[in-house]
Nanobody, 120 residues
Framework: QVQLVESGGGLVQAGVRLSCAVS????????IGWFRHAPGKEREFVNW????????YYADSVKGRFTISRDNAKNTVYLQMSSLKPEDTGVYYC???????????????WGQGTQVTVSS
């Protein structure tokens, strides 16, 4: 069982950092992905990070603007978002998965989500 709690969203303009606090007895078996869900759209993969080695993957839509990182000592994954666009608005979720996947259906555990609204 893995629990995830997102924080750090809100009304933003230039940039924001989201946090995903991860807990559970088996967290080292899982990797973390970020997804977002905008009204009227399907849930979209944002990026992914390996919990144990330096490996990340980004969706083309955020590559060069968003950075995913982790602090294993704090059991926390971060999503640094910069050069924000209105289309980045949505509810951002972190989720846990074994291996590497960009499909939301592959993820076993999800946080409750945090709203990010980009003001123009």
């Amino acid at each position: 069982q893995v629990q995830l709690v997102e924080s750090g969203g809100g009304l933003v303009q230039a940039g924001v950092r989201l946090s995903c606090a991860v807990s559970g007895r088996t967290i080292s078996e899982y990797n973390i992905g970020w997804f977002r869900h905008a009204p009227g759209k399907e849930r979209e993969f944002v990026n992914w990070i390996n919990w144990n080695v330096d490996s990340t993957y980004y969706a083309d839509s955020v590559k060069g603007r968003f950075t995913i990182s982790r602090d294993n000592a704090k059991n926390t994954v971060y999503l640094q978002m910069s050069s924000l666009k209105p289309e980045d608005t949505g509810v951002y979720y972190c989720a846990a998965v074994k291996g590497f996947h960009i499909s939301a259906r592959a993820y076993d555990y999800w946080g409750q989500g945090t709203q990010v609204t980009v003001s123009s």
